[in-house]
């Protein structure tokens, strides 16, 4: 019993309940997307100063913030009493391509520890995967009007062609970063 | 107490994306290089399965806890802004291993230079106000 909570949950079960978020969200009335939550967080900073953009009712928005503050404790709860002991299954082929990078024990967390910790900030690797990243996602996903959340999932269970566009962009950069500048970056 | 509902529904989110590995930077690194089913089958069935609830949705008219009815609204019909931005957020993704629910979940998970990873991405949100007027946006 307690395995079926330590152990990591296959994709069909994954798959599954990601769809019943989104279900839960719009029977709340909302639509499921999380992107959105970073435009919210820069008007309550004042960006409607600077843009238009940001000039909106964000109290009509915050219930996406306590999505948002929901999925970090999500994540607390998962990581503190819910953690695998076994390492992560990647395929051998992955974590062999990444022991020829220099990236041993993969697997072993969610991330290799030795580019994503505060200590390599302020290194040129550092920057590119954590500052330069973020502001990527940031920036490409108010551009797109969504990420994972409102165009993959939302966005294609509702048939729309933007959605597909957009999904098939997250696809050009993900393999021009992975299989282009990833080799000469790690 | 209405918002409660929105800080549960995240919680169930973050213990999802956690238990199955979404928010690893190796599952993501392995999609792009097609070395594994398991993300094509939790975007691909959750995607299956939502089309289908969407469907039944629109086809018994069915409402929202408000009693108002669930409208689903439309993406605006547009070509380059899904493409470039699609492809930049696609950069980042690869490069961070987290799209946005991620990097929330990281950060709960005690991953704390994803905190400067969420600035970043803050960062680019605002910046991309700045901008948007000289961006093709149709």
Same mark, same amino acid.
């Given at each position: 019993m307690k395995e079926l909570i330590t152990a990591p949950w296959p994709w069909y079960v994954a798959g599954p309940l990601i769809t019943l978020v989104m279900v839960l969200m719009l029977l709340f009335g909302k639509s499921f997307g999380i992107s959105s939550t970073l435009k919210t967080v820069c008007s309550i900073g004042g960006a409607g100063k600077w843009s238009d &953009? &940001?000039? &909106?009712?964000w109290k009509s928005a915050s219930w996406n913030l306590f999505f948002a503050a929901g999925a970090i404790i999500g994540g607390y709860i998962a990581s503190t009493f819910m953690a695998p002991e076994q390492a992560i299954a990647l395929n051998p082929a992955t974590v062999a391509s990444l022991q020829a990078y220099g990236i041993d024990n993969a697997g072993a967390e969610f991330l290799p520890r030795d580019i994503f910790n505060l200590g390599n900030l302020l290194t040129t690797q550092g920057l590119i995967f954590m500052v330069l990243g973020g502001f990527m996602v940031g920036f490409g996903t108010r551009y797109a009007d969504g990420c994972t959340s409102g165009h993959a999932i939302s966005g294609l269970s509702n048939l729309q062609w933007p959605s597909l566009v957009a999904v098939i962009g997250f696809f050009i950069g993900g393999l021009i970063v992975t299989h282009l500048i990833l080799p000469g970056l790690l | 107490m209405s918002r409660l509902r929105f800080l549960l529904a995240g919680v169930f989110f973050g213990i999802v994306l956690t238990k199955a590995e979404v928010i690893s930077w190796y599952r993501i690194y392995e999609m792009f290089r097609f070395e594994s089913f398991h993300m094509y089958g939790v975007i691909g069935s959750a995607v299956i399965l939502g089309i289908i609830a969407v469907q039944v949705i629109k086809r018994f008219n069915i409402r929202d806890i408000s009693g108002n009815p669930i409208v689903i609204q439309e993406k605006a019909k547009r070509f380059w802004p899904p493409l470039i931005g699609g492809t930049i957020f696609g950069l980042g993704w690869a490069l961070t291993g987290a799209c946005p629910g991620p990097i929330y979940i990281l950060i709960g998970n005690g991953f704390m230079a994803f905190g400067v990873v969420f600035l970043a991405a803050v960062l680019g949100t605002f910046v991309y106000g700045l901008v948007m007027n000289k961006l093709p946006q149709r």
């Amino acid at each position: 019993m307690k395995e079926l909570i330590t152990a990591p949950w296959p994709w069909y079960v994954a798959g599954p309940l990601i769809t019943l978020v989104m279900v839960l969200m719009l029977l709340f009335g909302k639509s499921f997307g999380i992107s959105s939550t970073l435009k919210t967080v820069c008007s309550i900073g004042g960006a409607g100063k600077w843009s238009d &953009f &940001f000039r &909106f009712d964000w109290k009509s928005a915050s219930w996406n913030l306590f999505f948002a503050a929901g999925a970090i404790i999500g994540g607390y709860i998962a990581s503190t009493f819910m953690a695998p002991e076994q390492a992560i299954a990647l395929n051998p082929a992955t974590v062999a391509s990444l022991q020829a990078y220099g990236i041993d024990n993969a697997g072993a967390e969610f991330l290799p520890r030795d580019i994503f910790n505060l200590g390599n900030l302020l290194t040129t690797q550092g920057l590119i995967f954590m500052v330069l990243g973020g502001f990527m996602v940031g920036f490409g996903t108010r551009y797109a009007d969504g990420c994972t959340s409102g165009h993959a999932i939302s966005g294609l269970s509702n048939l729309q062609w933007p959605s597909l566009v957009a999904v098939i962009g997250f696809f050009i950069g993900g393999l021009i970063v992975t299989h282009l500048i990833l080799p000469g970056l790690l | 107490m209405s918002r409660l509902r929105f800080l549960l529904a995240g919680v169930f989110f973050g213990i999802v994306l956690t238990k199955a590995e979404v928010i690893s930077w190796y599952r993501i690194y392995e999609m792009f290089r097609f070395e594994s089913f398991h993300m094509y089958g939790v975007i691909g069935s959750a995607v299956i399965l939502g089309i289908i609830a969407v469907q039944v949705i629109k086809r018994f008219n069915i409402r929202d806890i408000s009693g108002n009815p669930i409208v689903i609204q439309e993406k605006a019909k547009r070509f380059w802004p899904p493409l470039i931005g699609g492809t930049i957020f696609g950069l980042g993704w690869a490069l961070t291993g987290a799209c946005p629910g991620p990097i929330y979940i990281l950060i709960g998970n005690g991953f704390m230079a994803f905190g400067v990873v969420f600035l970043a991405a803050v960062l680019g949100t605002f910046v991309y106000g700045l901008v948007m007027n000289k961006l093709p946006q149709r």
